[in-house]
Antibody
Framework: EVQLLESGGGLVQPGGSLTLSCAGA????????MSWVRQAPGKGLEWVSG????????YYTDSVKGRFTISRDNSKNTLYLQMNSLRVDDTAIYYC?????????WGPGTLVTVSS | DVVMAQSPLSLPVTLGQPASISCRSS???????????LNWFHQRPGQSPRRLIY???NRDSGVPDRFSGSGSGTDFTLKISRVEAEDVGVYYC?????????FGQGTKVEIK
């Protein structure tokens, strides 16, 4: 059974930084592209970033380019999202998902709150 | 960015009756590899989204066959043949063809 578990969320001040992690299990992590998708409180889904299986290529939505960095450690079956220069409108539940173009399995999410 | 327009945004349905959600994209979703990356997700309150349909019409494992997806190019539809109580929640379409990937606004399905 595919399992994804996000961690690292919390409360951070505007302009601060946070790094999210997503641990994968139950599948060959190194063979799959991975994604981050977020959902602001009471709002819809927004795709944030994706990374190829071999970490050779990364993709970002415009609003996070230059501030967020996606990466992965296939030896640890873990996906990361480093978030810098955080803004109030980055407040959301952040989900990791298996695959990019057709996100299949999703984790339970981790809440990031950006507030002073 | 490709805009995904869902309609309706709210859908009151009667148990046992059919339901249909439309999703229209601002550009064709046919990718250079010939595939059309249009997905449908269902999200219940307090839960993570669950993928129901991928590449227009492929139903995920464990998804009841009362759910079906169809369409091509820029016009897509999710149909529920007979709505059951567990089908309430928000449905999202998502395109995986053009960067950045984008979701529809969501359609909230509730029982009348």
């Amino acid at each position: 059974e595919v399992q994804l578990l996000e961690s690292g969320g919390g409360l951070v001040q505007p302009g601060g930084s946070l790094t999210l992690s997503c641990a994968g299990a139950g599948f060959t992590f190194s063979s799959y592209d991975m994604s981050w998708v977020r959902q602001a409180p009471g709002k819809g889904l927004e795709w944030v970033s994706g990374i190829r299986a071999g970490a050779t290529t990364t993709y970002y939505t415009d609003s996070v380019k230059g501030r967020f960095t996606i990466s992965r450690d296939n030896s640890k079956n873990t996906l990361y999202l480093q978030m810098n220069s955080l803004r109030v409108d980055d407040t959301a539940i952040y989900y990791c998902a298996k695959a990019i173009r057709t996100p299949a399995n999703w984790g339970p999410g981790t809440l990031v709150t950006v507030s002073s | 960015d490709v805009v995904m327009a869902q309609s309706p945004l709210s859908l009151p349905v009667t148990l046992g009756q059919p339901a249909s959600i439309s999703c229209r994209s601002s550009q064709s979703l046919v990718y250079s590899d010939g595939n059309t990356y249009l997905n449908w997700f269902h999200q219940r309150p307090g839960q993570s989204p669950r993928r129901l349909i991928y590449m227009v019409s492929n139903r995920d494992s464990g998804v009841p066959d009362r759910f079906s997806g169809s369409g091509s190019g820029t016009d897509f539809t999710l149909k529920i043949s007979r709505v059951e109580a567990e089908d309430v929640g928000v449905y999202y379409c998502m395109q995986g063809t053009h960067w950045p990937l984008t979701f529809g606004q969501g359609t909230k399905v509730e029982i009348k």
